[in-house]
C-alpha cells in the first residue's frame, strides 16, 4: 500500500505521480476487485517484458502470477493491487491467491480501518464462497496484529461453528479450520482473562482484602469458563495444540483444578508422543505439583530420547541423585547431550560427566564400569580429536572445563595422553595433579578398562 512503499515515483506512472497521493484510493481499489469492470483498459509491467495491454482479458494467469510475486517481494502494494483486480477478471481457480493475497495488501496498509477492512472482507465472499472459516481468521489475524482484540473477537465469535458454515464442496479439511477457529476464540477469551485478572489483582493491593469481592462471579473468572469450554475438547483432536493445551491448562491451575490440568496433559502426552514439548509441559506440571521423582525420571527420559541435546540431562542428573538412584542411569544421556556441539565448551554438564565416571571406579561394580565402557567404546574413535584438543586449551577461559575434561580423558584414554598433560602445564595447579593422580589410580586398581587400546608414551 502506499504508506508502505516509499514516494519516489513508480515505473509505468507518470513521473511526478507518488506512492502517497492517494491512501483511501488505493484501499478502495482493493475493495473493488469483485467488479470486473474495474480492471479494464489497463497495462502492467514485468520485469522483463514492456507494458502490455491486458483488454479482453486474453492474459494468461501464469504471467500474472509471476508478476504478482515480484511485487509482494519488493513490496509494491499498488502494482500488486492492480495484478489482483486483473486477475479477478477470471476468479475461477484463483480464489484463494485473490483473498490472501489481498489480505497482505490490507495487511500493509497502515491506515486501513475496520470498516474498510469489514467491507474487504465481504467482497471477497462475492469472489469466492470458499475458505470462509480460514477468511473469518485471516480478519481477526489482522485486527490481532493491530492490537484490537474487540475487533478480532468480533471477526470470528460471530460465526456458527457447525457445518452449516462450510459448504458441501469444502467438506472436512474446512470442518478443521471451524475447529481451529473455535479453539481461538478461546485464545481470545484466555487474553482478556489474563488482562482482567493482572487488572484486578493490582486493585485488590489497594484495597481491604476483607471485602466480600469474592460473594459474586468476577469477569474474569467468566472469561476463564468461556475460554475453557472453547477449549476443553482439544485433546480429542490428534495433531499439535500446544499453545491452546498450556493455556487451557493455565487457567485450570490457577483455579486449583490440577487433577484436570493433570489428566489433559497426560492425554496430550500420550496421543503427541513424538512431540517433545508435549511431554516437557507434562514434566514442568509435574514439578511444581509434588512430583514423584520416579515419573519424573520417566518423563525426562522420553524427552531425551526425542532431543538427546536438551539441557533437561542436567534435571534429569538431580533428581537422580537427590532420590539416591544409581547414578550409571544418567550415564548415556549424559554422553549423548555432549555429543553436540553447543555442549562444548558448558562446564555444569562436563562436571556432571566426571564425578559420574570417578563415582564407578570408585564403586568399582562391573556392570557399571561395562555400561561404561559400552557408551566409551563407540566415542573413542572421534571424541579425542573433538573434545579433547591441545589447540583449544590456550583459549578455554574456565579453569574449571579443563579439570573435568582432563578427569575424563585421563580415566577414558590415560593420564599420560598429550591434552591432560597440556592441561596440568597450563594450569600449574600442584592439588589439582595430586587429585588427578589419586583418581587414575582408582582405574588402575579395578580389573577392568573402558579403553579400547592403551599407547606407552615414548
Not at 468461556?226 to 491448562?249: E, M, Q, R
Amino acid at each position: 500500500m502506499s504508506d508502505v512503499v516509499e514516494s519516489d515515483s513508480v515505473d509505468g506512472l507518470d513521473p511526478g505521480q507518488s506512492h502517497c497521493d492517494s491512501d483511501s484510493d488505493d484501499v478502495a481499489s482493493v475493495i473493488s476487485i469483485s467488479d470486473a469492470s474495474v480492471a479494464s483498459d489497463w497495462e502492467l509491467r514485468s520485469s522483463k517484458k514492456p507494458w502490455v495491454p491486458l483488454n479482453n482479458r486474453v492474459a494468461t494467469s501464469a504471467p500474472l502470477l509471476y508478476l504478482l510475486r515480484e511485487c509482494l517481494l519488493n513490496h509494491r502494494w499498488r502494482e500488486a493491487n492492480q495484478v489482483i483486480e486483473s486477475l479477478c477478471l477470471e476468479p475461477q481457480e484463483m480464489e484463494e491467491v485473490i483473498w490472501k493475497c489481498g489480505a497482505e495488501i490490507i495487511y500493509n496498509h497502515a491506515k486501513a480501518s475496520p470498516g474498510i477492512v469489514d467491507l474487504f472482507f465481504g467482497k471477497m465472499e462475492t469472489v469466492t464462497s470458499h475458505h470462509r472459516a480460514q477468511k473469518s481468521l485471516e480478519k481477526a489475524f489482522y485486527f490481532l496484529s493491530k492490537g484490537d482484540i474487540e475487533e478480532a473477537y468480533r471477526a470470528i465469535k460471530l460465526k456458527r461453528y457447525t457445518k452449516s458454515f462450510v459448504s458441501d464442496e469444502e467438506g472436512v479439511a474446512q470442518d478443521e479450520w471451524v475447529y481451529i477457529t473455535k479453539l481461538y476464540c478461546g485464545m481470545i477469551e484466555y487474553v482478556l482473562w489474563a488482562e482482567d485478572k493482572d487488572e484486578m489483582m493490582d486493585v485488590e493491593k489497594e484495597i481491604d482484602a476483607a471485602s466480600d469481592s469474592g460473594t459474586e462471579e468476577t469477569l474474569p473468572s467468566t472469561h476463564a469458563r468461556t475460554a475453557v469450554s472453547y477449549l476443553d475438547d482439544i485433546t480429542d483432536k490428534p495433531g499439535i495444540w500446544d499453545i491452546f493445551v498450556t493455556k487451557h491448562v493455565e487457567i485450570l491451575e490457577y483455579y486449583g483444578r490440577t487433577a484436570d490440568a493433570k489428566h489433559i496433559l497426560e492425554k496430550y502426552a500420550e496421543t503427541n508422543a513424538e512431540n517433545p514439548n508435549a511431554h516437557k509441559y507434562l514434566y514442568q506440571f509435574l514439578k511444581r505439583n509434588n512430583p514423584e521423582p520416579s515419573k519424573l525420571i520417566s518423563i525426562l527420559k522420553d524427552i531425551l530420547s526425542l532431543i538427546p541435546s536438551d539441557e533437561l540431562a542436567i534435571d534429569l542428573c538431580t533428581i537422580v541423585h537427590t532420590c539416591g538412584a544409581s547414578e550409571t542411569l544418567t550415564l548415556p544421556y549424559l554422553f549423548d547431550m555432549l555429543d553436540y556441539a553447543c555442549w562444548q565448551t558448558a562446564v555444569k554438564p562436563w562436571q556432571l560427566l566426571a564425578d559420574v565416571i570417578v563415582n564407578i571406579y570408585r564403586n568399582a561394580a562391573t556392570n557399571e564400569v561395562t555400561a561404561l565402557g559400552d557408551c566409551w567404546r563407540i566415542r573413542n574413535n572421534w571424541w579425542p580429536q573433538y573434545h579433547f584438543r591441545v589447540d583449544q586449551i590456550d583459549t578455554c577461559d574456565c579453569s574449571d572445563l579443563l579439570k573435568s575434561k582432563a578427569v575424563i580423558a585421563a580415566l577414558l584414554i590415560d593420564i599420560e595422553n598429550p591434552f591432560v598433560m597440556s592441561v596440568k602445564n597450563h594450569l600449574q595447579d600442584k592439588a589439582f595433579n595430586k587429585m588427578l593422580k589419586n583418581v587414575c589410580k582408582l582405574k588402575r586398581n579395578n580389573s577392568c578398562t573402558t579403553s579400547p587400546r592403551k599407547k606407552k608414551r615414548t
